[in-house]
């Protein structure tokens, strides 16, 4: 099986699909890998992936014509998806619903397309989670981009002048971007708080050393109920009157066998606070634990992204105004939209002197690592599609079947085929 490896020509992307120690291994499997000249930069030289067994060619055309399969860190462009041809696997990030025109045409052609996003998160394909990789340097790299717009220490620096307390962070998010984050920005010595709309991350947030942001629950004072002798009536008065003294005490509350009473029953339903609340009343909430949490904090990581769908608003324009002058945010879903009301992707705006930063393709701006770790994903997501070095596709196996979105001419992803009906209705 021929792999081709061509050159991404995104504005701002240096990452390159696989590296050379990569193609060294999969060369011993048995595949042949191809790559474009100059796909790897000046940090993987052509020469590196000749010693590592890969055949380098001059034009990108002669990739797309001679590989059976093309692995790519983004999406083609219009140019590329001309290039490919029937029976050929595509391997990147595409977001379908977000592209679902380009999967049709790609479909078109017969391409199979096999989209990262979509690779479910199960512990089976956890070596295949490229999404996961390259989430965790965003967060990493969010923290150093805030910090270095920032004009204050992150941690407490005690000089011959003074000193200056940490700066407070807060990490709105706790998926692998978010923890990331906080975890650099707690060894950065800043004091973090982490937010998520999931309490069961609490902990998680916590053992990282940082403070979890929640309503305080404020614990109902008990009053005592004033003694009333109980009286028996009706029946149970006629049967004390006969002898049966047992009458003449009140009902038990409880059952013996440990059944609550409806009324119990009903106040349990009741208890739960933050996590039972209804949506319209969470949100309510939530938004207004983060505006007061905002006012004191000098930089906020955000990171709440919906697959195939605009990111989420969590700070809105009011919220950013009440910030204290000089804070920063930076939005890492800046490319689905922001999670701040102000963000402009690939910009940095200043608004009542708060920065809001909305970096786009955080991964590309560590090639080195992100190709490296991106790489040993696509090697495992090879084995998995290729096991004897020839495509084998299984549809009854999970990974496969969610992560295929296009095969033999038919869009096989429910959200991308809604995508295009609704464009083209």
């Given at each position: ?68 399969a ?10 590329e ?36 996003e ?6 089976r ?9 390259m ?86 004072e ?35 066998n ?23 009343e ?82 590309g ?61």
């Amino acid at each position: 099986m021929k792999l081709g490896v061509p050159r991404e020509r995104a504005t701002g992307e240096n990452r390159v699909g696989l590296v050379p120690e990569t193609v060294a291994r999969l060369a011993r499997l048995g595949f042949e890998v191809l790559v474009e000249t100059g796909a790897g930069r000046e940090y993987n030289p052509d020469s590196a992936y000749e010693e590592a067994g890969a055949r380098v060619l001059q034009a990108r055309e002669e990739v797309y014509g001679e590989s059976d399969a093309v692995i790519k860190v983004l999406r083609p462009s219009p140019e590329e998806a001309e290039m490919m041809h029937d029976g050929q696997l595509l391997v990147c990030f595409l977001n379908g619903p977000m592209y679902p025109e380009l999967v049709a045409r790609l479909a078109a052609k017969g391409v199979t397309v096999f989209s990262l996003e979509a690779i479910p998160r199960i512990s089976r394909a956890q070596s295949m989670d490229a999404l996961s990789s390259m989430s965790s340097i965003a967060g990493y790299k969010s923290v150093l981009l805030g910090a270095n717009a920032l004009g204050k220490y992150l941690p407490m620096m005690t000089t011959a002048a003074g000193t200056t307390r940490a700066s407070k962070v807060l990490v709105l998010g706790a998926g692998v971007a978010g923890l990331q984050a906080i975890a650099t920005a707690g060894r950065l010595g800043a004091e973090v708080t982490g937010f998520d709309v999931r309490p069961e991350v609490k902990e998680q947030v916590e053992s990282l050393g940082a403070r979890f942001l929640e309503p305080e629950r404020e614990e109902p004072e008990e009053e005592e109920e004033p003694y009333e002798e109980y009286e028996p009536k009706g029946l149970a008065r006629i049967m004390v009157a006969l002898g049966f003294n047992s009458f003449a005490e009140p009902p038990e509350e409880r059952e013996k066998n440990g059944r609550k009473t409806s009324a119990e029953a009903e106040s349990m339903k009741r208890t739960g606070g933050y996590a039972t609340l209804q949506p319209e009343e969470k949100q309510r909430q939530d938004r207004e634990l983060i505006r007061r949490e905002l006012r004191t904090t000098d930089l906020v990581i955000t990171t709440a992204q919906i697959p195939g769908r605009r990111a989420p608003i969590l700070i809105t324009r009011e919220m950013a105004e009440e910030m204290a002058p000089g804070s920063v945010i930076v939005d890492l879903a800046a490319e689905s939209g922001g999670n701040c009301e102000l963000t402009e992707a690939g910009k940095t705006v200043e608004h009542r002197l708060v920065k809001i930063m909305g970096p786009v393709n955080v991964p590309g701006m560590m090639p080195i690592h992100a190709s490296q770790l991106y790489s040993r994903n696509m090697e495992n997501v090879l084995k998995h599609l290729a096991p004897e070095g020839e495509l084998s596709l299984d549809f009854e196996d999970e990974i496969t079947a969610s992560a295929c979105i296009a095969h033999a001419g038919k869009i096989r992803h429910e959200p991308t085929r809604e995508a295009l009906e609704r464009g083209r209705g």
